[in-house]
């Protein structure tokens, strides 16, 4: 398969029952060994109803989670059609309530995902991925990626020796950055292989563009354009060369970001979300095996997920998970695109 980026969407309202997200120790470190797969796709093991053991994705940019439909099978999940939107295709879907979910220290009940068949991506990494865990669940706690370590850490961070503030937007984790000093507004993608700008969104990348190349995902073959980037900035920082995939993305026209970040091709050992202080943070490669990975990400294919009209968590502060933290689920809310 060629380079994939899945955007989930709803295209219809989902009614939520009340989602219950508990941690335990909340003030402390959870430690979540975890695999990387192609260079950048993070895979914990976590529970999903009384399902153990089972293989999950970290995805940040995916609203609703979702769920490979033969656990859906097993646990007897009724299920309503919906759409998963991916980039140039709609796809039919469903959505289901989940019973339980827990990986680390979040656990969360009632909890509406949604159903397609994860095998695509699966055959892609070549391991079993049952689910993808999403911004939905996600959000509730501040966590750190060690790529390095290989693992993920749920709690309290301390600042990285590089940080850029989030910027919530459609109730989604983006930042801006500078794309060859152009500026973009784009989302954080722990989900994706390669940076991906929406030409509707920013028509100058359009312009700039040069050879197309092979895309792939759960929707079929495409051909995107790409752009040799000599330099991608964020907060001051420039952290080099990049691929840069182009869309013309005219699905994502609900959305008011310009693209996807996707964190595997970053020159890093570790990135960070502190949800407290509201900044996406990052170490920089600091041994040849971390620039070897970041390389080995880019080109490759992309995992998973986001919601055709924002994802909508209540827009209220909770102190619980620190300040602007978007932490308040609401009665219902509408989904959005598949990467």
């Known amino acids: 398969m060629g380079r994939s980026t899945l955007l989930s969407c709803l295209s219809f309202v989902l009614l939520f029952r009340a989602l219950s997200v508990g941690q335990a120790n909340a003030s402390s470190e959870h430690i979540l060994p975890a695999k990387i797969y192609n260079g950048y796709l993070v895979v914990v093991r976590g529970s999903i109803g009384n399902l153990e053991n089972r293989n999950l994705a970290i995805d940040t940019g995916a609203y609703p989670s979702i769920i490979d439909e033969s656990l859906a099978r097993k646990l007897h999940l009724a299920g309503q059609k919906g759409e998963l939107r991916v980039v140039e295709r709609n796809l039919k879907s469903r959505a289901a309530s989940l019973p339980s979910l827990q990986v680390g220290p979040m656990r969360a009940t009632n909890l509406r995902v949604m159903v397609q068949d994860l095998t695509p991506i699966s055959e892609v990494f070549r391991v079993r991925i049952d689910a993808v865990i999403g911004l939905d669940l996600l959000v509730h706690t501040s966590f750190r990626i060690d790529y390095a370590a290989k693992q993920v850490v749920f709690g309290p961070v301390d600042p990285l020796p590089f940080t850029a503030p989030i910027r919530w937007t459609d109730s989604m984790i983006c930042v801006d950055l500078n794309v060859n000093s152009r500026p973009a507004h784009l989302l954080v993608d722990t989900g994706a292989a390669s940076l991906l700008l929406f030409a509707d969104r920013v028509p100058w990348a359009r312009e700039i563009s040069d050879d197309a190349v092979g895309y792939s995902n759960i929707g079929g073959q495409f051909r995107l354009r790409r752009i040799a980037a000599k330099s991608i900035e964020l907060a001051g920082t420039d952290l080099g060369p990049s691929s840069v995939l182009v869309s013309e993305a005219h699905n994502m026209s609900p959305f008011h970001f310009d693209g996807l970040l996707a964190t595997g ?48 968590f209540g827009g209220t502060p909770c102190g619980v998970f620190g300040p602007g933290a978007l932490c308040a689920m609401p009665a219902t809310t509408r989904g959005g695109p598949l990467r």
């Open 265 to 312: 091709v970053l020159p890093v050992r570790q990135i960070s979300f502190d949800m407290d202080r509201q900044q996406f943070g990052w170490e920089p490669a600091a041994t040849k095996a971390d620039t070897k990975r970041a390389r080995a990400s880019n080109n490759r294919a992309s995992a998973v997920a986001l919601s055709s009209e924002a994802p909508d």
